[in-house]
């Protein structure tokens, strides 16, 4: 399952490329939480916090409880990372989108597919395994949100494939993508082509003798 971690937060009610300066100056890094019928807040996080628990994620998909405070108070709220932005050049987090979530409440995520073994058909027959889809999307409860979805390749053999339908999705998990979907496929062994052949030599043209003049005609 999608590990649940606690992040501390501040309400942030400056706003502005000023107010967001100020913000990064003093370590912290802008952040937005919507959803789950409430209004839009703008908050403050830690860089040196929120860099730390994307560094320990296996997935992408990580169940956040905020602990937002607000002049000296406190409130809980479950979100679920929705978007993390980067600089382009030093790759810091410049800003992330929390989506508020409700644990009586399913929710639709885009979960990564990964897989582990060496399938027969590539380790003994040369083939190729190809992966058709990168993530499944899948309806589920927050508290079974998995980080990824792991598939193990190792029985399958040329031309076997493995569709969403196929996937080993936790109990309470739900795909909601179409159940035909082919997500792996061994391939036929690429088959090295033939050397063209060498391009016939031209028969050789024998030039016909001219015959030697004759006496009377070299005069």
């Known amino acids: 399952m999608a590990k649940q971690v606690t992040l501390s937060a501040r309400l942030r009610s400056e706003s502005g490329r000023n107010a967001v300066k100020q913000v990064r100056a003093r370590g912290g890094v802008p952040a ?21 628990l994307l560094a320990h994620a296996v997935g992408e998909n990580i169940l956040v409880e905020l602990e937002i405070e607000d002049n000296g108070k406190k409130t809980n709220r479950l979100s679920l990372i929705q978007e993390v932005q980067h600089h382009p050049l030093r ?20 979960i990564v597919i990964e897989s582990f073994g060496e399938a027969d058909g590539v380790k003994n027959y040369g083939g190729l395994l190809e992966q058709s889809m990168r993530a499944v999307t899948i309806n589920c409860l927050p508290k079974d949100l998995p980080e990824l979805i792991r598939v193990d390749v190792s029985a399958m053999k040329i031309g076997d494939t493995i569709h969403v339908r196929d996937l080993p999705l936790p109990a309470g998990v739900e795909a909601e993508d179409d159940a035909e979907l082919t997500v792996f496929i061994v391939a036929e062994p690429l088959v090295a082509e033939a050397a063209p052949a060498a391009a016939a030599e031209a028969p050789e043209v024998l030039k016909e003798k001219k015959p030697e003049a004759s006496a009377e005609e070299k005069k």
């Open 32 to 52: 937005v939480i919507y959803g789950s019928k409430e209004q839009p807040s703008n908050l403050e996080i830690s860089q040196r916090d929120i860099e730390a």
């Open 91 to 110: 790759r810091g987090v410049v800003h992330v989108d929390f989506h508020a979530v409700s644990m009586t409440e399913k929710i639709s995520a885009s």
